[in-house]
């Protein structure tokens, strides 16, 4: 079946460490994306790439890092520079059609200790 | 700057009650309108969308939503929820003159609480 897949699940790290989320994707979309999701605030855009080996800053990009080095993945890395890591981090793609509709994976929740 | 508002962050209902949940956003030219639910602790799934064509909209699980260009909102409504339809529903917009650099912007979310 296609679809979005993402690990860990949940994921426990000591402050000052970075932490790479992994992100893989089997339904051939060109564009992926990578939210942050705290109570209340809806989804918050990091990071998307509208096709490989290249990227774009979303709306909090600070303390974040990615790379799309391939189609099928865009793993992003939460640095220590990244004041208040803890969240839901969600993971989606899309076809890239005008309609951008977007298919999520199950998340991440990062808790930093 | 375009954005989504979401009127009602909470809404408490009883089971077999009819339910809005409400949408606008800040401009109707060309827009792609989605609707999406996100149980506890998992990733968001479509419920339903706006592309084009009729104004009116349904999911296969009984819920429907209408795109009201004068008014500019994309309410979601169902006439009898049940308490598996408690979850978080969030609206999404993109506008289809945002060229190659098109993203949805989200609302903030609306939670819906269904009590037996």
């Known amino acids: 079946d296609g679809g979005i897949t993402q690990s860990p699940k949940y994921l426990f790290r000591k402050e000052g460490q970075n932490v790479t989320l992994s992100c893989e994707q089997n339904?051939?979309?060109?564009?992926m994306y990578w939210y942050r999701q705290d109570p209340g605030q809806g989804l918050r855009l990091i990071y998307y790439?509208?096709?490989?080996?290249?990227?774009q800053k979303g709306d909090i990009a600070e303390g974040y890092s990615v790379s799309r080095e391939k189609k099928e993945s865009f793993p992003l890395t939460v640095t220590s520079a990244q004041k208040n890591p803890t969240a839901f981090y969600l993971c989606?793609?899309?076809?890239?059609?005008?309609?951008?509709?977007?298919?999520f994976g199950p998340g991440t929740r990062l808790t930093v200790l | 700057a375009q954005s989504v508002t979401q009127l009602d962050s909470q809404v408490p209902v009883f089971e077999e009650a009819p339910v809005e949940l409400r949408c606008n956003y800040s401009?109707?030219?060309?827009?792609?309108l989605f609707w999406y639910v996100q149980y506890p602790n998992q990733g968001l799934q479509l419920l339903l969308k706006?592309?084009?064509?009729s104004t009116l909209v349904e999911s296969i699980n009984g819920f429907e939503a209408e795109f009201n260009k004068s008014q500019t909102s994309f309410h979601l409504r169902k006439p009898s929820v049940h308490i598996s339809d408690t979850a978080e529903y969030f609206c999404?917009?993109?506008?289809?003159?945002?060229?190659?650099?098109?993203?949805?912007?989200w609302g903030l979310g609306t939670s819906l609480a269904v009590n037996p």
């Open positions: 790439s509208q096709i490989v080996n290249d990227f």
């Open positions: 706006y592309l084009s064509g």
């Open positions: 401009s109707s030219v060309s827009v792609y």
């Open positions: 989606a793609s899309s076809s890239g059609s005008p309609y951008n509709e977007q298919f």
């Open positions: 999404a917009v993109t506008w289809g003159n945002a060229g190659n650099n098109r993203k949805l912007i």
């Open positions: 339904l051939n979309h060109d564009a």
